[in-house]
């Protein structure tokens, strides 16, 4: 994750110099996981997007007016309504090598402060007065963490400090030839992430390439003077807050961020801000949050089509089991030939036994027909069920296809970040023939189109993030040598890894089963199982809808999910 403690460093700079003493006019909630703050400062309104998402927490301006994603306020948004609207920013502050901050607000009833920690899997906000929590995104109660409660009314604990990790500022040329030689094998950006206070895989990288002129320097084959001199440039640089905020984009995609020049990734430019980098990565904040309003519609679609379907599966479940029925209709019949001649005119009943160890048989009959015609009027019954029995089992089988496309369809909606993506599976919807009424108004705008990620190894790696992409990036860009990759079990995309024939590194094939993890429903989940595959052995399922397959020879790794 690029969102480190120097990336949130030249954010708390940047609030500082843009924000000191602005008036906070609106709090909003955009989301179950991110809200917003429009702050009148320096004559100009400025929007302040924080995300507590498990894989894409951070906070920093952002170009455009936020949107209220939600329609009831939650107990936290009803108190940044209350304590912060009104109130004017006094300042923000980090603490010392953490990946937190602390905003602190100056109101009519006090002065409060509102404490992100963007953090993966453990990122939260949370509203403190006083050294008490008054409300929080995430509350975590004693059975989660018996350290650290994050509960209202109770007292506002700090994340443990990193006592294993050395500051940097304090490196020496022997501490870090001491540390180089602790783990000669291993790769220095590495060591140096896991042994050095606020060294993110991204800094680490760029302090060993300005060092080494290459990342797949080993420990034991570092020039210590020469990286410790890289590591005090940075340092340095970062700490007297002289930023220099940079993005690289490959392929009209922009594909990390820092607050420094990048020299170890291709295509690195210089931007306006850190927020302007940021809002370039990630993107506007909208995905689920803003774009909820124009889900809503389609999801309750979406849920009065899986209603029906699953109804209609329970049935043909149920009628599949009911062959002894079946078998009783024939009994009857049969039972009526045999006892005709003992059946008086009008009778409505009788019974018989047709199995010498079994129960009679309670025998309706019909008074106005003829033992003949009501033993006929079984064998119809009879054979009508069997021909409806034989056919339950392919019924099945369309039924369970039909409700895994509309699952799919219920993951793509939940993972649409813009109104084509939205407007697709509305189509889908409609094509299916589960739409009713009037289709939901919307942006006219032309087809999504899958993602490509490009690796530093030279892969493409492309994901389809709903069907009608899944079925294009997997028989459209995947090639039969290529691999092929999706989540085990959970409806997600489709993720093909470019090979042309060539071995994938462990890391590119890590990488792409992150991606189709974090692109699927398990998203939200600590680790992902994912299959992989040669695109060769996937095939389309006969009569499945767009991007349903079948396929074999798999492997199976478990990884977590991360974003493009």
């Not at 490959?250 to 931007?271: E, F, T």
């Not at 599976?425 to 942006?443: E, F, I, N, T």
């Not at 492309?462 to 090639?479: D, L, M, P, Y």
């Amino acid at each position: 994750m690029n969102f480190d403690v120097f990336t949130i460093a030249a954010v708390t700079a940047e609030l500082n110099a843009l924000l000191y003493n602005g008036r906070v006019q609106d709090a909003l909630e955009l989301g179950d996981e991110a809200i917003g703050l429009e702050i009148y400062s320096n004559h100009a309104r400025h929007y302040l997007y924080l995300s507590a998402h498990p894989q894409l927490a951070r906070l920093h301006l952002v170009p455009e007016r936020l949107r209220r994603g939600v329609e009831n306020p939650s107990p936290l948004g009803l108190m940044l309504r209350r304590y912060l609207e009104g109130s004017r920013f006094i300042g923000a502050t980090q603490p010392a090598w953490e990946r937190v901050v602390h905003l602190n607000f100056a109101g009519s009833e006090g002065v409060f402060t509102l404490i992100a920690e963007p953090m993966e899997r453990r990122s939260n906000l949370l509203l403190v007065q006083n050294g008490r929590i008054l409300d929080c995104l995430r509350r975590i109660g004693a059975d989660q963490n018996r350290v650290r409660v994050s509960l209202p009314a109770h007292p506002y604990v700090p994340p443990p400090p990193q006592a294993l990790k050395r500051n940097p500022t304090e490196l020496s040329l022997p501490a870090l030839t001491e540390l180089l030689e602790s783990d000669p094998a291993k790769l220095t950006w590495r060591l140096l992430t896991e042994k050095l206070l606020g060294f993110s895989p991204m800094l680490a990288k760029e302090a060993v390439f300005r060092a080494a002129k290459r990342l797949d320097c080993r420990a034991a084959d570092c020039d210590a003077g020469a990286l410790l001199a890289a590591i005090q440039e940075l340092i340095g640089a970062l700490l007297q807050k002289q930023f220099a905020p940079h993005v690289c984009e490959q392929d009209g995609q922009i594909v990390a961020y820092a607050a420094y020049p990048i020299a170890h990734l291709p295509n690195a430019r210089p931007i306006e801000s850190i927020s302007a980098a940021l809002s370039a990565f990630y993107g506007a904040p909208i995905g689920e949050a803003a774009y909820a309003n124009a889900k809503k519609p389609i999801q309750a679609q979406l849920d009065e089509a899986i209603q029906k379907v699953t109804r209609r599966l329970e049935a043909l479940r149920r009628s599949q089991r009911d062959q002894a029925e079946c078998e009783r209709l024939r009994q009857c019949g049969e039972l009526i030939l045999a006892y005709q001649h003992q059946l008086a005119r009008g009778q409505t009943s009788f019974s018989a036994q047709y199995d010498f160890d079994a129960p009679p048989l309670d025998i309706a009959l019909d008074p106005a027909l003829t033992p003949l015609e009501n033993a006929r009027r079984y064998f119809e019954q009879y054979e009508k069920a069997k021909r409806a029995l034989a056919e339950v089992p392919r019924l099945i089988a369309e039924a369970e296809r039909e409700l895994e496309f509309l699952r799919q369809l219920e993951t793509d909606l939940a993972l649409a970040t813009n109104y084509p993506e939205i407007g697709e599976v509305q189509d889908a919807l409609q094509a299916s023939g589960y739409w009713h009424g009037k289709p939901s108004a919307r942006p006219r705008s032309g087809k999504s189109a899958p993602l490509k990620v490009s690796t530093p190894e030279g892969f493409a790696i492309w994901i389809g993030r709903n069907a009608r992409q899944n079925e294009e990036v997997t028989f459209g860009k995947g090639s039969p040598e290529d691999l092929w990759l999706h989540a085990r079990g959970v409806p997600g995309a489709h993720v093909i890894v470019k090979s042309g024939g060539r071995s994938v590194p462990e890391a590119v094939l890590s990488r792409a089963a992150s991606l189709a993890a974090y692109y699927s429903a398990a998203r939200n989940q600590a680790y992902v199982p994912v299959d992989v595959t040669e695109r060769r052995y996937v095939r389309k399922i006969k009569g499945g809808k767009p991007g349903m397959v079948t396929y074999r020879n798999e492997f199976t790794l478990s990884v977590p999910p991360q974003p493009a």
